[in-house]
């Protein structure tokens, strides 16, 4: 058996190269035969991605999603400096 560190590390790259994320602010965390994400994004298909990818490099693991979507809007104003 791998060790968690391990599988954790090929998660976290295959995060940040698999061109349908690129991401590298995503927290990933094995505890037992769960794999758990934790961080934010901007959109709920994007939180998603991750989770899909995540348990493509993982397989046999259950991933629990934990990452926050940003509620990101447009600014309301102009910001008069």
Known sequence: MEAPQY???RVQR?????ER???LGILVDIRGGQLFLRGRVA?????A???NV?????PGLTVRNEIT???VRDPCEEEKL
Do not use: K, Y
Not at 43 to 47: L, Q
Not at 54 to 58: I, M, P, Q, Y
């Open 7 to 9: 599988v954790a590390a």
């Open 14 to 18: 295959a995060l940040a190269e698999d």
């Open 21 to 23: 994320t690129n991401e």
């Open 43 to 47: 959109g709920a298909e994007h939180r």
């Open 49 to 51: 991605l991750i989770a």
């Open 54 to 58: 995540a348990g493509e490099a993982a």
């Open 69 to 71: 979507v940003l509620d």
